[in-house]
């Protein structure tokens, strides 16, 4: 049996940011696992599938790690299963990864559907090194431990050519946009990607120096921040 792992839209409709083979293959799966079951129905009822035949249960950052395997349940019981996040790739800076570490662990077949990434979309559009780029998740919440974990990242950057991917919660973005300003060589690239595949899309990729005149904070928006240091 096949775990599923499914993209869902950073913003606008399923046709719109996934491929027909996608929505063709979620129309045929009920069972799934969810970070939020309320989002996941109006997606999943926006794919066409019709939600009384639904089974979801819900995976999410306060599930106990002795309670994931028992999600595969179906399988087990020789039934696809769907792994569904709250926006872009499952698994990917999400608490879905547990179950496809789980599944890969008891030899279930693992197939990623086609979909958006905010990652992968900020990278696209920044101009920054697409070669050798590290996502980094979170930054640290205190200010002077997220200080010094910005001048490190700089400094690996500087040191392998490499660009630093990280994410904040929206109402923190302004914050760690702050802290970039202030710990970050001038001449360190950032680029501040708010918002991706919505009508209030903005990439932009500027010096540090640059972004310290401009001073166009991101705001509460979804956002990924990308910074490559000048060699």
């Not at 839209?9 to 046709?15: C, S, W």
């Not at 050798?132 to 200010?143: H, Q, S, T």
Request: glycine fraction near 6%.
């Amino acid at each position: 049996m096949i775990l599923y792992a499914i993209p869902a839209p950073l913003g606008g409709t399923p046709e719109a940011s996934l491929p027909a083979p996608a929505l063709q293959q979620i129309r045929q799966l009920k069972d799934f696992v969810v970070e939020n079951a309320k989002s996941a129905r109006a997606f999943l009822a926006a794919v066409g599938c019709a939600p009384r035949e639904l089974s979801l249960t819900e995976l999410n950052e306060h599930t106990p790690p002795s309670e994931v395997p028992q999600l595969l349940q179906p399988l087990r019981e020789g039934r696809p299963l769907g792994l569904l996040s709250e926006a872009g790739c499952p698994a990917i800076a999400d608490p879905g990864a547990a179950l496809v570490e789980a599944a890969q662990r008891e030899n279930f077949r693992v197939v990623p559907l086609v979909g958006p990434s905010a990652i992968t979309l900020a990278l696209m559009a920044s101009g920054l090194e697409g070669q050798r780029f590290a996502f980094c998740g979170y930054l640290p919440r205190d200010a002077a431990e997220r200080a010094r974990r910005i001048k490190e990242l700089d400094t690996r950057s500087r040191r392998e050519r490499e660009t630093e991917i990280f994410i904040e919660t929206p109402y923190r973005n302004d914050a760690l946009y702050a802290a970039l300003l202030e710990a970050c060589a001038p001449g360190t690239r950032l680029c501040v990607a708010a918002d991706l595949t919505l009508g209030t899309e903005s990439v932009r990729t500027r010096t540090i120096a640059d972004w310290r005149r401009a001073r166009e904070a991101p705001g509460k928006r979804p956002a990924v921040f990308l910074l490559l240091a000048r060699t």
